[in-house]
């Protein structure tokens, strides 16, 4: 049964590493659902969070192939209850949606959702939560005509006290080597 | 791994030099120890080749005639020297005809460095004459590439890219050099590549694995060793070979393992997969512990996966952690360089002897000897069969030479039948399965280790994908010997047509050309057997001329290739007929 995994990859900020690693989903025909990239608490080591439906099985082995990329220190895989995420969600609503009556105020406060901008047109709305929570605002909103809607990707950091510069710092943790290893890893984070 | 240099890199630092990017590159490949690079140049790779010029004392270009012949020359060198083989090319065109090159390097671990030339740098994306994204292109059958931009990168790129190559499971890289780059000058210095934070090529050893296997070994009652091309990448024949010898455990081979073990070894009980022995395949479900060093289970080894080795401990000994359970589920994975794994492991195991085990393939050896081998190896009537060539062949060739197959049924036969007493003695295409790989590959061979005899297997189909090489032996003058088995169809197509398509056999026949008037155009030697009587007079006029012979032997037309593991099918149900 397919269940929800979480990847996390650790590499180097060069140019094509995203295509590396995401040729390794292409080629077994995995989608990934979202992904985002930025720079992780070291510099100039990036922090990829991709979010994909499969099994555990082939996880370990997706796993193992991101690991061989050259430019990758490290990747993991959780599934959802082993990681901490959210995302954020920002909506374009036209001006008038606030100018009668105070439902949108409503809302907003019971989402916890927050005006970022109000211009002459229009305002942005920013929501950060699960997906279904910031597509159960998008559905609270739709009626009052939402311009625009964006998602980012899914962004998590793992249940394990383990920081991942002590990974780095520590040749013996360098990859992993076993299959045993990644379980360990899996069941402690 | 180490991979052993003929030239020792030069020292490390030395005092810059005010150079062009090309003559850089160049100073960098001497210093990585390179004395041999075949290619072909064109429009955006001209500064290097310029460059090259001023130094053809120490370094020998071999220009090939198409970039994808460049690349399996290549791969011929490093499998047959054990260095790192070396491609130029142009962009565009030039470039892409590298990939069928680059992929079967990928897929069977060889370590090739592929340079390109690329656009000036501003034009990268506008469409550019010869312009197309090479790095793209490559990257899912690259270990590693990189496109260098300004000149000041190119000795780093050049450093990581022998480094990665060569270190761990060796594999093809590419470095994509921009006009610019290739053109600017800059201070130039050498340091050569000695790690890299995010590369661990080598696993380290762990103790605990090794007694874990070396418990399940001594307790095995039919324990077997499967090895792959990883003894040879890792230098580890003779340890493999204590390892046996110590144990008297019986040990096959994978296609790409050939030659890592004498062929008359008593312990070496033949060729596994599709097309390997009857023994092998027959009883690998029978056996209780499996020793895999080197070799990574490919589909034609296992056959159906879900009816191999059920009943059986797996221990899988390799280098690159993605292999194991990849395939099959490794009861004691051991993560390592082979030569050092298997040193380690035979300190730990018992001496022992399995007579009653090796019985068991004798009995195989016998059936299959019965059912194939007596009448493919000597046949008394009828048409010629590949396997009396490859007999023959075989009996009367030097016994180092290097034999070099394309792909087909030809290569099933050549290596099930070849005598191999030396290491890095069968090169061939394994995991792409590349047809038009024995030509360019056997003319790199030769390069890769020129006090050794080189032939090559093609069949006639292969030998026409890349034809176009007869050009580099006529101009390269060197001695090679084409052994040309022609059977006038794509014979392991049509096989599979008789067997599984009810003989429908479409677009397998060949209306061939006249072989010997092509090779008399590249002022090759040759001669055309029809005949049995005039084979083995044949074969040795064309192993004892001096100076490249195409030896074209027609054989039957519609023989199969047997055992065979059908396709979808458990190694347990190998035919034999």
Redesign the interface.
Known sequence: MNEEYTISVF??NH??VL??IT?IFT?RGINIESITVSESEIHGIHRFNIVVSSTEVLM??VV??I??Q????RAFFYPLDKIIYQEIALYKLPVEAVQNGTSIEHIIRNNHARILTVEKDFLVVEKTGHKQETQALFDELKPYGVLEFVRSGRVALSKSPQRFKDY?DAP?L??????EEVRELAENN | MEIVAEKKPKNDERKAVRVSGAEALILSLEHEGVTTIFGYPGGAIMPVYDALFDHQENIHHILMRHEQGAVHAAQGFARASGRVGVVFATSGPGATNLITGIADAMIDSTPVVCITGNVFSPLLGTDAFQETDVVGISMPVTKWNHQVTSAEEIPDAIAKAFYIAKSGRPGPVLVDITKDAQVNEFDFSYKTCEGIRSYHPVPALDNDKLKEAADLINKAKRPFVLFGQGIILSHAENELKAFIEKTGIPAAWTLLGLSALPTNHPLNVGMLGMHGNYGPNFLSNESDVVIAVGMRFDDRVTGKVSEYLNNSKVIHMDIDPSEINKIIHADVPVLGDAKESLSALTALVNENSHEEWIQRFRDCDKKEHEKVIKNELFPTAGVLTMGEVIRIMSENAKSDAIIVTDVGQHQMVTSRYSKFVKSKSSITSGGLGTMGFCLPAAIGARFGAPERQVIGVIGDGGFQMTIQELGTIFQTDIELKILILNNHYLGMVRQWQQLFFDKRYSATEMVNPDFQTIARGYGIESKKIEKREDLESGIKEFLNFKGSYLLEVVVGKENNVFPMVPAGCSVAEIRLE
């Open positions: 590499s180097e140019v094509g295509h590396r040729t080629r370990e082995k193992k192939q690991e061989k050259i430019e990758v220190l780095l013996e360098g990859k992993r080597n076993t299959d």
